[in-house]
């Protein structure tokens, strides 16, 4: 497969929406042509009743440790490659159950000192780190720290996905919540909407109130995202001085060396070609500073190996 597109091709590609990358790393404060190809995909779809054909590289750079998609499938292409119910197969709950509730408290108590001080904080803190050792098991930014806000903060999950996470603050007393997801996920926004949580389609996302969000979570949604740095950017611009962005993410650190992904016994759970950034821990907060978000802490967690990151807005 030739992926050294010629001009004119590359042109031609970017007309159709599709984004080519080619040649140096795509990760701002990298760009180094230590890129090499290790796993070349051809695929067919079924669009509009017509068959196309997709080709696709997945790249990894040597310097920062991003892997990524080059060239990304056409918007049209890559909607076909998503299952209908795609994260949306989460039952609703009626109610949180004690284990969710016991959680929840473990989460927000390991990530108070981020947010507050004080003496019951650190030594809560230290109680759910404890926990988090005999468990085997992390609790992600993207779970504690809107755990860890005051009920009445303003709290948008961008890709809300299943919503339960939403309808769980909701039960637990949250009052400022907001959700943004694809209009396709129309069946859970009703959901949303009915349980009085301010949740808007995608196209509607220019119409959030700027500088007004105490914290936005992303859980499994920058790798989805074909422009992620224009798209945090137009985030940092939705958050209030000093208040905070968290996200989740895939890691590619389980498939390092990389040199033999194609015989990997996991290679599915890259998700190709809808999963268009794989992170290491340098691109993550090298993607959110290119964004002008000021990277407080990315960490890995146990056992899933996914990475998660705190970040926030200047306060001036």
């Known amino acids: 497969m030739d992926h050294n597109f010629s001009?004119?091709?590359e042109d031609a590609l970017r007309e159709r929406g599709v984004v080519v990358v080619t040649g140096r790393c795509p990760n701002p404060a990298c760009g180094t042509d230590d890129v090499r190809t290790v796993l070349e995909r051809r695929c067919s779809i079924q669009v509009g009743g017509r068959t196309e054909t997709v080709e696709f590289?997945?790249?990894?750079?040597?310097?920062c440790g991003l892997?990524?998609?080059?060239?990304?499938?056409?918007?049209?292409?890559?909607?076909?490659?998503?299952?209908?119910?795609?994260?949306y197969w989460d039952a609703p709950r009626e109610r949180l159950s004690l284990a969710i509730r016991v959680k929840y408290?473990?989460?927000?108590?390991?990530?108070?000192?981020q947010l507050r001080r004080g003496l019951f904080v650190r030594l809560a803190s230290r109680i759910a780190r404890l926990a988090e050792t005999a468990l085997g098991r992390d609790a992600s930014f993207t779970m504690g720290i809107p755990l860890a806000l005051p009920r009445i903060s303003r709290i948008l999950d961008f890709g809300f996905g299943a919503g339960d996470y939403l309808l769980a603050l909701r039960a637990l007393g949250h009052t400022g919540l907001w959700g943004c997801d694809v209009e396709r996920n129309r069946r859970n926004l009703d959901r949303l909407q009915a349980a009085g949580i301010r949740a808007v389609r995608g196209d509607a996302f220019a119409c959030l109130p700027d500088r007004e969000f105490d914290c936005i979570r992303l859980e499994h949604v920058l790798e989805h995202l074909p422009a992620p740095i224009e798209t945090l950017a137009a985030l940092r611009g939705k958050l209030r001085p000093g208040a905070h962005l968290v996200l989740t993410v895939p890691s590619i650190h389980a498939w390092e060396p990389v040199e033999g992904l194609a015989e990997s016994a996991h290679l599915d759970h890259l998700q190709l070609p809808i999963h268009l950034w794989h992170h290491s821990m340098r691109s993550l907060g090298d993607f959110l500073s290119a964004a002008e978000l000021e990277v407080i802490e990315v960490r890995r967690l146990r056992p899933s190996g996914y990475l998660s990151a705190l970040a926030r807005r200047a306060g001036t």
């Open 57 to 63: 590289r997945f790249a990894y750079c040597r310097a």
């Open 105 to 113: 408290a473990l989460a927000r108590w390991r990530h108070l000192p």
């Open 7 to 9: 001009p004119g091709r």
């Open 67 to 87: 892997g990524y998609v080059d060239p990304q499938p056409a918007p049209h292409a890559l909607d076909a490659f998503y299952p209908f119910d795609y994260a």
